[in-house]
């Protein structure tokens, strides 16, 4: 490689060592660099496009078992509703979560809802409601306003203002995330 | 061939016609609540749900991508006049995907309307104002992060209304983006590549009409004053350009990342000079306005820097590797990653490297490794990629917003109703 090649500012940079001195353009190499770069790069590309498609199969995964849950509200309650909320436990990685929808017709959160605490596998479509609260009109899922728990909710004692912590973390329904 | 383009233009205008006819109707959780600018246009379409504007975005790309393929055998009348079409269908709509635009105008009425810093309060603080309960709901504490020049550009916007300022920062971004495309493609053309294709690359990119320029965003004004500098260095003014760089870093400080590969290019004092009394320029009109919080860049960023985004490629490993999210470790990790990068980068520009290439990866490395990913941010290193020596840049650019587009594809896949 000869620094005869290159046409910069040798007066400035001369006292520099040749492979320190800066250039203008580059010196065309032996394509080992442009080798090793490429292949960094794909192995970076690869590991994104895996852990984006892992993500999406992951959330499909989600979206799967909110159907089931979204399907037991309708069926355990009767009501045909579509604005209903859910509640996933994204903090403690289990399957549990929590819909809420109004028991009388009304806009969201405008009436008395009801709360079901889904678990388990989504079996024929549906997961088990094994317990869940009220809540009054207008508030939003906080144990210091629910009442009426029953099922493993009421055991669990998830409701009122000596409840134990809040099983309801930050959710978000698949609506609202983008 | 023919038939192919034309095809390909008529999927580009009617998946953007789509999504912004059905988004005009409102009740959209794909619209942000706002006020309603663009009533002509509602009753024509139906409500924006994610399974049409999914359906619509691939479309949008599948039909980009074979577009950016035969890109050379499209007239360059045909591409402006495509792109051009994009951009004021995109213009005539609502305001699409996110609720920035309602931050922004919020930061201009605390100044302007309410005598307050938006350095030193969220739009809280205004919350009897009538653009309050539009300012998304993450950001009400929030004060701005934005650079000074760019709340300055923002003021004379404030006393217009709230439907008025809306269309003032519709038409900024506006006005910004074709800034943009016509230097992209002067840019393109004294590097002799074709300006159609650089044209059509950036101004018919589905996350530059749908997100960018459908959100109004301030990165449009940012990626301007970067195209401004390219082309000012391109002419051999280097003070100039780099006093362009710091004042696309005063409007949004990631511009700042073109500054060293620009000064390590040219090896001139100008250029060091250019960007110091810019920078004294731009400490000195915002401090006197904003006082001291209004230069504090560092704090902005270091505040930004640890929100952490569900779309993030950090996030996404996390969860590849059985992690519920990015941990403190990792962002101190990411950060050491993008040093590592940037350094490697810096010294093949000294050594010669396109510093154009070099800022543009550096862009795209600031993207993938930040732990708060939204999609506008995968078009910093854009125009900078299709007028790089590097085509590599341009191909990792496209890949990472294409990942970007398949990560919003869960609810296509399993709709959830």
């Keep these: ?178 | 061939m023919r038939g192919l383009i034309v095809l390909c233009a008529l999927v580009l205008v009617a998946a953007t016609a789509e999504i912004v006819l059905d988004g005009a109707g409102g009740h959209s959780p794909l619209i942000p609540k706002s006020p309603q600018i663009a009533g002509w246009l509602s009753g024509i379409g139906e409500r924006l749900g994610y399974r049409v504007f999914l359906i619509a975005l691939l479309a949008f790309t599948g039909a980009y991508v074979v577009m950016l393929g035969l890109a050379r055998r499209i007239s360059k009348r045909w591409a402006i006049v495509l792109v051009g079409a994009l951009q004021l269908i995109v213009f005539a709509g609502p305001i699409l995907i996110s609720t920035d635009v309602f931050s922004y105008i919020a930061y201009a009425r605390m100044g302007v309307e309410h005598a307050l810093n938006p350095y030193t309060h969220g739009p809280i603080a205004i919350v009897h104002d009538p653009v309050y309960p539009y300012v998304g709901k993450d950001w009400k504490h929030v004060a701005t992060a934005y650079g000074p020049l760019y709340s300055l550009l923002s003021y004379p916007l404030a006393p217009l209304g709230l439907k008025g300022a809306i269309w003032g920062m519709k038409l900024e971004a506006l006005l910004a983006g074709c800034g943009t495309l016509a230097l992209t493609w002067r840019c393109a053309r004294a590097r002799d590549i074709n300006p159609g294709g650089a044209l059509l690359a950036v101004g018919a990119n589905p996350l530059w009409v749908i997100y960018g320029l459908g959100g109004a965003h301030n990165d449009l004004i940012m990626t301007l004053f970067m195209m401004v500098a390219v082309t000012l260095s391109f002419a051999g003014r280097d003070a100039p350009a780099t006093a362009s760089v710091l004042a696309g870093a005063l409007v949004k400080a990631t511009a700042a990342a073109l500054l060293p590969f620009m000064i390590l290019s040219s090896r001139k004092l100008a250029s060091v000079l250019g960007a110091l009394g810019a920078l004294v320029l731009g400490a000195l009109i915002g401090y006197a306005v904003f006082g001291v919080h209004g230069i504090d860049v560092v704090a902005a960023l270091n505040r930004d820097a640890a929100f952490v985004s569900t779309d993030s490629f950090p996030t996404e490993i996390a969860h590849l590797v059985g992690k519920p999210g990015v941990f403190p470790i990792d962002h101190d990790l990411l950060k050491g990653a993008l040093v590592l990068i940037v350094a490697y980068l810096l010294w093949r520009t000294w050594r010669g490297y396109d510093w154009i290439a070099a800022s543009g990866w550096t862009l795209l490395a600031i993207s993938v490794t930040s732990t708060w990913l939204l999609p506008w941010y995968t078009l910093w290193s854009l125009p900078l990629a299709v007028i790089a020596r590097d085509r590599r840049l341009l191909v990792a650019t496209l890949a990472v917003q294409v990942l970007f587009i398949v990560h919003q594809l869960a609810p296509l896949l399993v709709p959830v109703s």
């Design chain 1, 1 to 178: 490689m000869s620094d005869a090649e290159t046409p910069v500012q040798r007066d400035k940079w001369d006292r520099l060592p040749a492979w320190l001195r800066p250039r203008d353009v580059e010196l065309p190499g032996t394509g080992r660099r442009r080798l090793v770069e490429v292949t960094l790069l794909l192995l970076a590309g690869l590991l994104l496009a895996i852990a984006t498609v892992n993500d999406v199969v992951k959330q499909t995964h989600v979206n799967h078992r909110l159907i089931a849950d979204l399907r037991t509200w309708r069926s355990y309650t009767g009501h045909d509703y579509r604005n209903l909320s859910t509640e996933q436990d994204f903090y403690g990685h289990t399957t549990r979560d929590v819909v809420c929808g109004n028991t009388t017709p009304g806009a969201p959160k405008e009436r008395v809802q009801l709360c079901l605490r889904m678990t388990g596998p989504v079996i024929r479509g549906r997961r088990t409601a094994g317990g869940g609260w009220y809540l009054p009109p207008k508030v939003e899922d906080v144990p210091a306003s629910r009442y009426g728990c029953f099922g493993t909710a009421k055991s669990a004692q998830l409701c009122g203002p000596a409840a134990r912590g809040s099983e309801s973390p930050e959710g978000t329904s698949p609506e609202t995330g983008q």
